[in-house]
């Protein structure tokens, strides 16, 4: 079964404009990750949370982390249409990921 | 460094038949990974290992088989492709000190 659940399933955004997903999970996490699939792509890494941080940045991104509500967001800043790809959050529990559903996000001009 | 390839990038089999995906990562990376994912479904894990010889397993293992005989490769068998494997498949590694993974670019199986 899917660990995570993400919200929305798909965005739509203009360039500039900020991109936020949410990510909610079940079970007790050692850290929660997010990662970016581009169409046809295999996954990458784009930021890691550990479960006793609240928050982390890395570039445009930003992410939160609510352990007592089970949910984490993932803020993109001033999107650009090399943005558009599927994102995925993923718990992370004795050396294995779970993945949530994903939300694709496109970013128009 | 090439990272996580994946060897065949796709194939189509008839149900009955038998296939082996290849993985290799040159990070010597001692945790391997396979996935696959279907649509509106995220990835699920199938199979993983912790080092060379070893193998588990994960949420969907049933179908399918793996061997860990070098650190660099990790091998998913199908033994009697049934189309509900039809699906793309994703190879993973990550070292033991950090915990994010590195994946290959997958391999798109369609089973008739």
């Known amino acids: 079964s899917q660990q995570g659940e993400e919200d929305p399933q798909a965005l739509s955004i203009q360039e500039g404009e900020n991109a936020t997903m949410n990510c909610s999970y079940k079970?007790?996490?050692?850290?929660l990750q997010w990662y970016r699939q581009n169409s046809g792509r295999g996954l990458v890494h784009l930021i890691l949370?550990?479960?006793?941080?609240r928050e982390k940045h890395s570039g445009r991104l930003r992410v939160t982390l609510d352990t007592s509500k089970k949910s984490s967001s993932l803020l993109i800043t001033a999107s650009r249409a090399a943005d558009t790809a599927s994102y995925f959050c993923?718990?992370?529990?004795?050396?294995?990921?779970?993945f949530g559903t994903g939300t694709r996000l496109q970013v128009t001009l | 460094n090439a990272g996580v390839t994946q060897t065949p990038k796709f194939r189509v089999l008839k149900t009955g038949q038998s296939m082996t995906l290849l993985c290799a990562q040159d990070?010597?990376?001692?945790?391997m990974y396979w996935y696959r994912q279907d649509p509106g479904m995220g990835l699920r894990l199938i199979h993983y290992?912790?080092?060379?010889?070893?193998?588990a397993k994960g949420e969907v293992p049933d179908g399918y088989n793996v061997s860990r005989l070098k650190k660099q490769n990790f091998l998913l068998g199908l033994e009697s492709a049934a189309p509900s494997q039809t699906s793309v498949y994703f190879c993973?590694?990550?070292?033991?000190?950090?915990?994010?993974?590195?994946f290959g670019p997958g391999t798109r199986l369609t089973v008739t």
């Open positions: 990070m010597n990376h001692e945790y």
């Open positions: 993923a718990t992370d529990t004795a050396s294995k990921l779970t």
């Open positions: 290992s912790v080092g060379e010889g070893t193998t």
């Open positions: 079970t007790s996490i050692n850290n």
């Open positions: 993973a590694s990550r070292d033991t000190s950090h915990s994010e993974q590195y």
């Open positions: 949370i550990r479960s006793n941080e």
